[in-house]
Structure formats: C-alpha cells, structure tokens
C-alpha cells in the first residue's frame, strides 16, 4: 500500500507539475491572445457618428461590459453595438468584458474634428435663397435656409457614419418650415476647398428638396484671415433702373468679423434692411449673398451675389455681381403693376463700391453735378368739361349744355432735367450738395390784352427741385414739381377756355455711388421716383376691384 | 492533504511566472505593424461638388472588431482615460440647447415669459460656447419665439459678438422683429448695436417717420 500511495503521490506530483506547465502554456497563450487585442486599434471622429459591433467572442456571451469609451459612445445591450458620436479627441483604451469570455482591450483613437469642417457656414441656393448653418467641434448641426418667402430650419446631432477628412463630412436631413409646409430633404457634403487660399475654408456643397435646388455655403474665415483681405468699411451701390422702372440702392457696412449689413430702398419704395456675411470663396473672391423677401412681394424677393473687387493696380474697392449678370427682383403680388396678377421679373445691375461717410465731396465733383435722366412722368387723367348748344332741341334758341370728359394730360415738359447741384459750402471740405433756390413758376399775361398766356417755366429751377445729402450714409433725397396745363372747361358756345395748372409733386430718393468699376460711366449717383397709378381687376364674383400701385421711374444725378 | 498541498503550491510555482512571463512578454508585444488599415466607412462623392450634384454618401457596413493582425497606429498622444459624466461646461451647454428645444417645443408659451429662462440658461455657457450657443438659437428658433432672445440682446453687457449675431439675425427675419429691435436698440445710446440700428433706419426710414420721430 505504501508503496502505491507513494506511487501515487509521485504521480500526483507529475500531474501537479504537468497541469502547472499547461498553466503555463495556457497563461502565454491567453496572454498572447490578450496582446493581440491591446493591439487593434479603432478610428474614429469627433462629431461623426460612430457604429461598431462586438468582437466574434462576446457574439452570445452574457452580462457585456464596455469601459474606457470616449465620452459619447454607449455600448447598447439590445443591438450589442457601440455607438454614439465622440465628442472628445484623444486615445483611449476600452476593455470589453463578459461572464465566461476573455476580456478584450483595444485603442480607440479618436480623431478631431477638421477646422474646416466645423464653424460657421454662409451661402446661398441658386435661383434665390439664403443659407447659413454652424457646426460645433462636437459635429452637431443647426442652420436654416431661406427662399420664396419660407423659412426652413434644420438640425442634426452629426455628421453621417462613414464621414472623413479624405472623403468630406456629409448629413442628411429634414429642413422644416414649421406646420405649413412639408419638410424638404436637404443633403450637404462638407469639404476642404479643393486649392484653398486658406487651409480653414470648407465648403458645404449639396441639394436641398425634390426639384434638387443646389445648395452651397462657405465656412466664415475670418477670425483666422489676413485683414487685409476684408473689405472693411461701408460702400454704397444703386441697381440700374430701365424701361419702367426706376434705380433701388443699397448700403452696405462691412466689419472686421466680416459681418455685413445691408440697407436700401428698392425701386418701387420698398424698404429692406439684412444681414449677411462676408464669403471668402476658393478661388479667393470676397462676396456676399442679398436675398430679401419683403412680406409684400408675396414670395419674391431680392436675389444677388455682391463681390468686392480690389482694382487692378489697386485703389479703393468696387462692387460688382459675381460672375457677372444681374440681380433677381421678383415681386409676386398681384396688385405689384397695372396689369392685375403679372407681378414682376427684373434684373437690375449693381454698380458702386466703397464710401467714405466722413467724404469730402469736393475731392470727387468739384465741379458740380447735374440731375440728368429723369424720366417724364405719366399723363394725369384730367376731367374736362364741355359747353354746347343742345342742337336736337327744337327750340328756336336751343338751350346749353355740358358734359365731362376724362382726358389724359402730358406734363408740362418741364423736368430737374439739367439742373445744376453744387458741392457746399462753397471753399473747404465739400459735406453737402445744393440745388438752386426754387421758384414758383408765375402766370404770364399779354400787357395789351391782358390775355392769359400761360406758365413761365424758364427759370433756375422751375421745377423746385429740393435736395438733401446725408453725408453719412450717400443717401440723397428731395422732391420736384411736375406740370399739367390743361384746357379744363371749354365752351364752345363763346370759344371761351379755361386752362387748368395742375401742380403734382413727385418724391425721390437715391444714392451716391463716388466709387465703381466704371468711373467714367457719368453716373454719379442713382435713385428712383414713384407716381401712384391705379388699376382695377375683376375679381370671381365678376365685380371690378380697383387698386393702387406704385409706378416707379428713374433719377439720375450726373457727374 | 500534502498532496493537495503539494499540488497548490506547484500550481501556485507554475501561474505565478507564467503570469510574470506573459506580462513581460505582453509589454515587449510589438508586432512589425503593417500599414495602418482604418476600419473606418468610406464616404465618397460621385461627381465633383462644383457641378452641385447630390452628394452621395456611400455606407459601408459598420466597422467589426480589428482581425488579428490589426496594427498598431504609431501616436505619441497619451491615453485618455474616459470621461463618462458630463463637466459643468457640458451641462451648461446641454441645458441651453435643452431650454432652445423646449420653447420651439411649446410654441404656445409666450416668448416674452420664455425670455428670462432663456437667458437664464444662456448665461450659464461658458463663453467659449456662447457665440456657437446663440447660433443653435437662431437657427432653429421660429420667428414666433424669436423675442425670447431680447433678454439678451437687450443686455448690452453681453459679448457685443452674441449681441451682433443676434441683431444680424432679426435683419432677417419678420418687418415686426426687424422694425421692434431697430427700434429699441436706437433708443439706447450705450448699446453696441446702437449705431448700426440708427445707420439702418436713417436709409430705410421715409422722411414722414422720421418727422413724427422728431
């Protein structure tokens, strides 16, 4: 028996010594294992959505844990996934663990989000719109997108898994407009601007709605951009009238944070104010969006790109519509013109450029400026009334009567047309313009018969042209006389006439534009006067609604 | 019983360098790593983004768990140890997004009663985060509630930079907003937007309202 039990205990021994050694291996192996574990490595991006399944081993394994993730991610126990969006960068290591299954570490390094990628965004759609849209470093995604009238707004945590630095940072989402209009999709890809001037500029490009409107925004780089690139200051600019309508203006005062703030008056008299921001594009233009939607224009709007142009050889800078063309100015209300439910379509070209608010205007019209281009307003409807004989009265004195006509009446001819303005006071620094003092015009009489011969109109200013510069803002306003003379009672039964004066005084307003592209052009500054016209429509019921709107025509002031 | 014991310590002799071996062998662990294969998803555009095509966003599946032979990326940057709870700065920015969301949420609220928690919350932001903070504001608020915000613009001790993005932001928005802020800020001397409202109102301003004014 000994000799067994010592049998067995060697053999105890031997078993002892071979499990330890099978420890041994086992623990090598295990730990090898475990090595090649620590060794993987996940990549992943703040603000970029993240997905990730559980390693094989833990596919069925029971009570997983997941520790060491950046802030973030969550491992979900239902889908047996990580998943989130990182919010911090850096490198962190996360043990996966579960009842029964070898823990597993591996490195997740978490990259930041690119500069570019992140900030502020501005931009337009094509065919008109505005569009803006901030990124925080964390990816998460608000902005809103403005056209025809509507506002939409959107939002999202981050950018879509699958984003990168390489391949660009892209979302998909629902832009939505409130309870009244369905959501449109709107898709964006951010990307660095393919030959930047600027490392930090991203560029948004992408499609919003089912008619796939483009979409493109620009990241504001000017926190981080050579000042001398902003064009700070104000800059005064006028959109061309034309046949049937008269010159809008725009003022614009440009920050060193490369914000914009635009005032003006359209050319029918309506007043828009907006803001903006400074683009700087990848080709290196400086530009910024217009699109104002004024309520009454019943979804139109004002729709431009304005660049800011440094002239060749230098100088002080110019405005221009980048790439050319012309502004979109669409009213789509249907009391907008004569012709009931047509609105409007015009396309003005801007001129103007940079403004001095403290301006000497001596150094740009020393000698004077001339009102030049104004247009005649329209003919007054004027009621005439007419005397007769009744000649189908059989009475051997047939009695007399009368009756009115309505009649269009042409002015008088007499415009600010050639008016001279001069630069005041009349030695120094040149802060204002002045037109002559304005005259009435008088009566005139035959001095034999006493005849009524009619108005005298040559004079300085027979128009009684007024005129007040803000020097501040380039703004010019004033008012002028318009004429109509007109025989309002004629009696043919004596060849006696009546004459009518009728006085209509017109408003008009404008801006002075010293600086542009084309300085020789001889538009000095350009605005607009209204005349109200009156139009009627039939409306279902077939009755006549009548209806007032603003005729718009063009004032010029020469140089 | 010597046997049990004599087997626990030979198990014992046997772990405890295996346990010291794999530990030296895990620290001198350092495969020859072949290029670093990111199982990060590919994004690709189809066409170049100045033809203004939709982009295209090509998912590949979600990344699985590295293979065996999953490099080691070459950093110097120190492990980060995680950070699971939220820092003050963290709450403060969740709770003013939080507060954004809840008054577009319950648009029947008054903006004007709204207008103080907002503030509230927004003077909680670390001011590093009030400039993308205001911006999370304007961008979703509705012009509805969009006087919500006055509690801060109106405190012309906030950052002029918030108080510019807010202003800029009611340029654009409804002739009521625009005309009730321009108006208001015109009013107060001190307020840094104060001269950019009166510039705007003395071009968009007809001369009739700026006589009843006077």
């Keep these: ?559 | 019983m010597r046997i049990e014991a004599g087997y626990r310590l030979m198990l014992i002799c046997g772990l405890l360098p295996a346990v010291l071996i794999g530990a030296v062998l895990l620290r001198s662990f350092n495969p020859v790593a072949p290029a670093h294969q990111s199982p990060v998803r590919k994004v690709s555009r189809d066409v170049k983004t100045s033809e203004h095509a939709k982009p295209v966003i090509k998912r590949e599946p979600a990344p699985k768990w590295p293979d065996e032979s999953g490099s080691k990326k070459e950093s110097g940057a120190a492990v980060v140890p995680a950070t699971e709870a939220k820092t003050l700065r963290e709450q403060a920015v969740a709770s003013w997004e939080n507060q954004i969301d809840d008054v577009i949420a319950y648009a029947d609220v008054p903006a004007k009663e709204s207008s103080w928690l907002i503030k509230a919350a927004f003077d909680k932001l670390y001011k590093d985060d009030q400039f993308d903070g205001i911006h999370y504001g304007l961008n979703l608020l509705p012009d509805e509630q969009f006087p919500g915000l006055y509690g801060i613009l109106y405190d012309k001790n906030e950052d002029p930079e918030v108080l510019d993005a807010i202003f800029s932001d009611a340029l654009n928005r409804s002739e009521e907003i625009k005309m009730t802020v321009l108006k208001s800020l015109r009013k107060d001397r001190e307020h840094p937007m104060f001269f950019e409202s009166s510039r705007i109102l003395d071009v968009i301003e007809t001369e009739e309202e700026k006589m009843t004014r006077k």
């Design chain 1, 1 to 559: 028996m000994k000799t067994r039990i010592h049998s067995m205990r060697e053999l105890f021994i031997n078993l002892s010594k071979r499990i330890a050694a099978f420890a041994i291996v086992l623990q090598f192996v295990f730990f090898c294992a475990s090595a090649q574990g620590q060794g993987a490595y996940i990549d992943s991006i703040t603000g970029v959505a993240f997905e990730m399944s559980l390693p094989a081993a833990f596919a069925d394994a029971a009570k997983v844990a997941v520790k060491g993730l950046p802030a973030g991610l969550k491992y979900n126990a239902l889908t047996r996934k990580i998943t989130g969006v990182p919010t911090k960068s850096g490198i962190f290591n996360v043990v996966i663990s579960a009842t029964g299954v070898p823990a597993q570490t591996l490195t997740m390094n978490t990259a930041a989000l690119p500069v570019w990628a992140y900030g502020e965004f501005n931009g337009y759609l094509e065919g008109g719109g505005a569009a803006s849209m901030t990124v925080s470093a964390q990816g998460k995604i608000s902005g809103k997108l403005a056209s025809g009238g509507n506002n939409y707004t959107f939002s999202t945590t981050a950018y879509a898994s699958g984003s990168s630095p390489e391949s660009g940072f892209a979302f998909t989402v629902n832009a939505s407009a409130g309870k009244a209009l369905p959501p449109l999709p709107l898709a964006l890809l951010v990307s660095q601007a393919a030959s930047p001037s600027i490392q930090t500029l991203g560029l948004a490009d992408g499609q919003l709605g089912s008619d796939a409107t483009p979409v493109k925004l620009y990241r504001n780089v000017w926190k981080e951009t050579d000042a001398a690139l902003n064009p700070i200051g104000y800059y005064t600019a006028t959109l061309t009238g034309a046949q049937g309508y008269g010159s809008g203006y725009l003022t614009f005062t440009v920050t060193d944070k490369g914000r914009i703030k635009t005032a003006g008056n359209l050319a029918d008299g309506t007043a828009v104010s907006l803001s903006g921001t400074l683009i700087l594009d990848d080709t290196g233009r400086v530009f910024t969006v217009i699109y104002t939607s004024p309520a009454a224009y019943n979804g139109g709007c004002l729709f431009g790109l304005v660049e800011f142009v440094t002239p060749d050889g230098g100088g002080k800078m110019f405005l221009r519509i980048l790439d050319g063309g012309a502004f979109l100015w669409k009213n789509l209300n249907p009391l907008a013109t004569a012709e009931y439910a047509s609105g409007f379509l015009r396309e003005p070209v801007l001129s103007g450029g940079w403004y001095n608010t403290m301006i000497n205007l001596r150094d740009y019209y020393e000698n004077g400026l001339t009102v030049g281009g104004v247009e005649a307003p329209p003919a007054l409807q004027m009621t005439v009334r007419y005397i007769d004989y009744n000649y189908a009265s059989e009475a051997e004195n047939p009695p007399r009567i009368s009756w009115t006509e309505v009649t269009d009446v042409a002015d008088a001819g007499v415009s600010p047309n050639g008016l001279g303005l001069s630069v005041t006071p009349a030695t120094g620094s040149g802060t204002g313009l002045t037109a002559p003092m304005a005259q009435t015009p008088a009566k005139m009489f035959d001095p034999d018969t006493k005849e009524f011969l009619g108005y005298n109109y040559d004079l300085d200013n027979p128009t009684g042209l007024t005129l007040k510069l803000t020097r501040t803002t380039g703004i010019f306003k004033g008012t002028f006389n318009s004429y109509y003379d007109y025989v309002s009672v004629d009696d043919w039964t004596t060849g006696k006439q009546t004459t009518g004066h009728v006085v209509k005084k017109s408003s008009y307003q404008g801006a002075l534009t010293p600086e542009r592209e084309d300085k020789g052009d001889g538009m000095a500054g350009r605005g607009f006067y209204l005349t109200p016209g009156k139009s009627e429509y039939q409306n279902l019921q077939g009755k006549l609604i009548k209806y007032t709107y603003n005729q718009s025509y063009d004032f010029i002031i020469l140089q």
